[in-house]
């Protein structure tokens, strides 16, 4: 048996995988004071409704899965060791100067970023190596010696070296590691050429001071989980999902927690693969929508893609860390959404949100504004009866004074059109999300499967495919929890990479072989020694690419063997313009190619993969009829349909309702659908 | 047919053409060429009318757009009176509403099936070269257009059925230097448009022209009744600030003074800016296009003013920009030089615009931002011996310049007033490996912020030079003898300089405008300069003070002399800090009294 759970901002979220392939989902709510006691809330809903202990239930369990935002929360809030930082002498303001850029020129109410370490705990280090590896300034020890004497004065708990070229030459880091070994002595330190070897020194040195101040943190937290998880009886593996969509050994966690920033959100994408594989699509975009926030990520020819330009925060007004992270675009819109009408008649929904406290007007828990979700009960997409499977009654009447105050009455317009309209915006910043990462990425999207998860995906995702063209519209069984479900889908996965300079130009790859045989071998001692017993297991390259002079790199797959002649060299060239073709739609045949780093990924999968099937939950409610009001049809007459009833692979016309306990699918009357032998329900919009 | 548009295709339709421009800027973002495209983010996307007014900006650079798409597609259609689909339009002339010839900028006329002209996409990028006589964009010691040497595009055609008309093209080639990387960039710029082109035609196939056309007037009725609420909500006046660039050849010894004249009338709710009393075109590079001299001044306006009012042709009906002809911060007689049009005086248009607000009521406009351009954002160009060729790139390697408001400290890394901070910084490492040059040094140089209620960014100092063979660094950096200035009692920001310090060790300081030859083991010592204060020093949060003084931003005695601060070795002295400020307190009313708080100083 394998355990999968996801601790969100308000739920933690359990999947559970038994031996016979079988999948049940369970949901109890985040504790944020104590994460792991959620996680054991969870656990002990899942025991049971197996009428076990939670001690026996979780002896049964092999591997353990642990998705959490507890190291992205301890840096957003400021809650991490207080951490030094030792760079380049002369080069002491990288953080503070980032990359340049700001989002919008003319907000001045903006504050500007504050840097991670801040100036006074960054210190300079005499010493200067150049971009080919040669020492150009050799380090001065004794002045490193001096710099460590004052940070033990300064109390410092964690210390982050990262130097210029330090990816071209590590000598130097390497040396300042063995002086801080002696002079700082169990004080855990981070170098930057070994966490995240990459040519762009803010990258380095902020995903080095972030790593640095989390590792007490994090070790702390690992095992304060693992330990709590043995008391009751596990003795299988524990795994943490990380940003780059795989799993890793929660002891190899504890020394480089930075890689699981985007932990939970970046497996999703993994569930929407397998669902689309299941339904026969190579590409898929996937969109989990909550209550607060639409996150929106990519299968491409069954790859996931990744970004280096995952932001802490708003974009560009940020921070970032250019570790590979799987590419997730997030706007605030969903359920909780609040719409207004400002001073000169425009309509807008989002970014603020209600959230789960105060809600929806229609929570009646103290909420007046009004939202997507008092939209959909004006609509009647959402029954105030059988919400949630029943467990939260809505107030209609609330909504509709809500959504008349706030939007009906400005805009002169009735309860319905007012709700549809409301619809109809969130809609479109939605699909503006999807664009940008489409078009980031270089998706068709018309060729590609929407699948909805989380619990306001039903709302209005039918609406969101016909506006992009999408034809197939897929809801999977665990769209609830699509990142548990996405934990069990994971694999064990490693990233490595190093830095080169590269032109087609010129024939001489011998440094590029020589980094991709280095990286080969790393992937094969990952594979030998935390992949051992994997049932399958695969090696990837890719190189960052770019024409001549181009800043932006792209990545382009190549093979294991690397470039051991010009013919070689010919089809990455090629793969190259195909690549920027694909992104761009522009390619430029005549320009020589630069490789600036190749990255290396090994994926080790450590069980045969099962049915994946949900085990079916018990239903109450009968199938009824309910007045729904679809924009562009009035209100009409819709079938409320129980989604584990149905029978497989027979189409329906619309309009209908299909209810699970987590959510509800709102189906018009222009939209088809089917459930699938899969157990997923299928909408062709 | 309907009239009126419904309320909920205003946000639909908003938000899908703010999408076009962004996907337009995406595109040419990730494939430009040259540094100053795909570093500097120097380069914008818009969106224009048939009529030529200018309906969406994009996250464009601001200098770029304001006014200036809008004047170039309407010389694109006087020009060329029958306009098809497949057509592209060169286009760079500062005669016929470019921002300046680097800014080479391309014009698809978006035209529907049956041949009529809709709407027109720009796309405008910073080019690492233009043909000058000098391996600079900006050379701001130009007599002349011919001394400038620009290649100049007054809306010509370069693309008939999409296919390119290679005459042009082979003209550029010949004289553009490093003209791979232009055509590059060419390619760029022109994908952008096409995208833009193609989302049009794509959204006009799904909502109809006329859909469209109703959009564009609601559009542009929202975004003015935006406008008016924003300036009914301000205090009337009127203010006269003046601006001070400095002496370059080709200009008086005593500089240049930009003077901007304000008056806000809240009851009209209109904003009027008058730029007709300043000097006549000079024989230099710093003459204003119309473009740019519409746009600075809109650029001080809405610094001023809630960020979220769409800026396009709707709000801008609020504002009027009085300019006249033959004036360096009006409208150009060829063939004077706008060479420098985007950055030197058009930086000072918007620092006296913003400063004039600021003199009219406390809580409104902004301190001045820094002039650039220093050296460290200056055109590097020389021979590489690693690739055997020879280069020229403009390099990012920083600038501060940020200037305070009343609602926040500034944003640090503006780089100038009429960018905005949307720039980015290169990488010291990228810019080693891309370029021959080694950079020794980047760090914030202490005591050098704008002091104030609200501070000013401090400078930037780099020192970088040559690796193995010699290169050439053009720079034109206004700054020095008149620093940025601090608003309603805020003061100035650190002054800009720059030196060489030879391989003989041998030192010197280097004029404002120059090309400088550096040899290897020369180093080139670039200062940027800083950003002005918003209110007086003494009135800043304690607090903010004892951590600038911690991480080395200012002095001890600064603390105490300029904010009155007390701060020891062990942090901030808030007794001693509270007796000091309550002596100045007393002292400060009177100030305030005199009106002394109402003069911009230094």
Redesign the interface.
Known sequence: MRLATDTGGTFTDLAVETADGLVSIFKAPTVPEDPVQGVLDALQLAADAGGETLDDFLGRASVFIHGTTHALNAVVEGQTARTALLVTQGHRDILLLREGGRADPFDHRQAYPVPYVPRHLTFGVPERILHDGSIHLPLDESAVRDTIDGLRKLEIEAVAVSLLWSIANPAHELRIAQLLDAGLPGVPYTLGHRLNPTPREYRRANAAAINAALRPLMSRYMAGLTGRLRDHGFSGRVLVLTSGGGLLDAADVAGEPVRILNSGPSVAPVAGRHYASVAGAESAIIADTGGTTYDVSLVREGRIPVTQEMWLGTPLNSHLLGLPTVDIRSIGAGGGSIASVDAAGLLRVGPQSAGARPGPACYGRGGSRATVTDAAVVLGFLDPESFLGGRLRLDAGAAEQAIMRDVGDPLRLDPVEAAAAILKVTTENMVQAIEDIVLAQGLDAGRAVLVGGGGAAGLNSVYIARRLGIRRLLFPETGATLSAAGALLSDLKADYGGSVFASTRDMDWATVNALVSRLAAQCRDFEAGPGEGAVSSEIRFVAEARYENQVWCIDVPFDAVGFPDPAAIERFRTAFHAAHKALFTIEDPRSEVEIVAVRATVACRMSARGQFRMTEYPTSAAIGIRQVSFPGYGTVAASVLQTDRLPFDKWHEGPAILETPFTSIVIDPAARFVRHGSGNIEVAP | MRTELD??R???L???F??IA??MS??L???????VL??A?DFSCCIVTAGGELLVTGES??IHVLSGPDLMARSMMAFHPRLNRGDAFLHNSPYHGCSHAADLSILVPVVDAQGIHRMTVVAKAHQADIGNSQPTTYMGDAVDLYHEGALIFPAVAVQRDHADIEDIIRMCEMRIRVP??W??DY??TL?AA??GEQAILELASEVGWEELERFTAAWFD?SE??MR?AVAALPAGAATACSTHDPLPGTPDEGVPIRASISIDPADEQIIVDLTDNPDCMPCGLNLSEACARTAALIGV??SLD?TIP?NAGSCRRVEVRLRENCIAGIPRHPASCSAATTNISDRVANATQSAFAAIADGIG?AEVGAVTAPSDGVISGWDRR?GRAFV?QV?L?STG?AA?A?????????HVG???????D????D???HPI?I?????VVDTEGAGSRAGAPS?RV?FGP?LDPIDVAYVADGHHNPARGVRGGLGGGPSDQHVRRVDGSHERLPACAQVRLEPGDLIVSIGAGGGGYGPPVERDMQAVAEAV????VSRERARAVYHVVVTENGLDKPATGALRAGVRTELAQHVLAGARNAPDR
């Open positions: 309320p909920v205003l946000s639909v908003a938000s899908r703010d999408g962004r996907k995406n595109t973002l990730r494939t430009g060429r040259s540094g795909n570093r983010k650079l601001p791979e990387q055509r590059g390619l760029a994908g096409r995208i929202y009744r935006r609420a809405f610094n960020p800026k902004m690739t790139n990012f920083g940020g408001t609602a926040q400290d500034a944003w640090l890394t503006v780089s960018n905005g901070g949307v720039s980015f910084i990488g010291v490492e990228l080693e490996l891309y080694l020794h040094e980047r760090e914030l930037l020192i690796t911690l991480a080395g931003l």
